[in-house]
T-cell receptor
Framework: AQSVTQLGSHVSVSEGALVLLRCNYSSSVPPYLFWYVQYPNQGLQLLLKYTSAATLVKGINGFEAEFKKSETSFHLTKPSAHMSDAAEYFC?????????????FGSGTQLTVLP | EPEVTQTPSHQVTQMGQEVILRCVPI?????FYWYRQILGQKVEFLVS????????KSEIFDDQFSVERPDGSNFTLKIRSTKLEDSAMYFC????????????FGQGTRLTVV
């Protein structure tokens, strides 16, 4: 079974500071990994995905994540936080076989950006 | 930009009543999903649907739940006899055929069972 663990349910950073949201995965096979963002009262929007190509993945809004197999991690970073980044962020994993499409989500990290 | 749309955005229903949540997936997508998020908890997979049949389902998706694609555009989730613990945000999602593509999510339907 696959799972993801997000360390830190709440993260606060100052505007302009580095954002680091942690995600570790557990999977018996090479996984596909995703980061989604949820703004208040909205659905889940894809930030970026890892599907076994480049290990450093760039996404929307200046976010990127690096797949590290040795550490089973897929941490999300942004060099400089903006007030508009305040949202909940979810890491998710799924298998790579064609039939198993469902995502397994982490418990989420609420990002607060302080002025 | 194509998007997944869900109706209604909010639904209040009495315990024991049947409820149908509706979704219009992105038109060229072939895989359809329902997820739910109980307040304060993680997003959980309920069911996936491909080629007019359920392809995967979780243990949450018991006999009280059913899904249907009644026509070429809609995808519905029916809860036969709602319970208080069914109160949650329900998300519909869809994805393309290729296995390395992501799921696109709708805005969700907030279901409140009273």
């Amino acid at each position: 079974a696959q799972s993801v663990t997000q360390l830190g349910s709440h993260v606060s950073v100052s505007e302009g500071a580095l954002v680091l949201l942690r995600c570790n995965y557990s999977s018996s096979v090479p996984p596909y990994l995703f980061w989604y963002v949820q703004y208040p009262n909205q659905g889940l929007q894809l930030l970026l995905k890892y599907t076994s190509a480049a290990t450093l993945v760039k996404g929307i809004n200046g976010f990127e994540a690096e797949f590290k197999k040795s550490e089973t991690s897929f941490h999300l970073t942004k060099p400089s936080a903006h007030m508009s980044d305040a949202a909940e962020y979810f890491c998710a994993v799924r298998g790579t076989s064609g039939s198993a499409r469902q995502l397994t989500f982490g418990s989420g990290t609420q990002l607060t950006v302080l002025p | 930009e194509p998007e997944v749309t869900q109706t209604p955005s909010h639904q209040v229903t009495q315990m024991g009543q049947e409820v149908i949540l509706r979704c219009v997936p992105i038109s060229n997508h072939l895989y359809f999903y329902w997820y739910r998020q109980i307040l304060g908890q993680k997003v959980e997979f309920l069911v996936s649907f491909y080629n007019n049949e359920i392809s995967e389902k979780s243990e949450i998706f018991d006999d009280q739940f059913s899904v249907e694609r009644p026509d070429g555009s809609n995808f519905t989730l029916k809860i036969r006899s709602t319970k208080l613990e069914d109160s949650a945000m329900y998300f519909c999602a869809s994805s393309e055929r290729d296995s390395n593509t992501e799921a696109f999510f709708g805005q969700g339907t907030r279901l409140t069972v009273v």
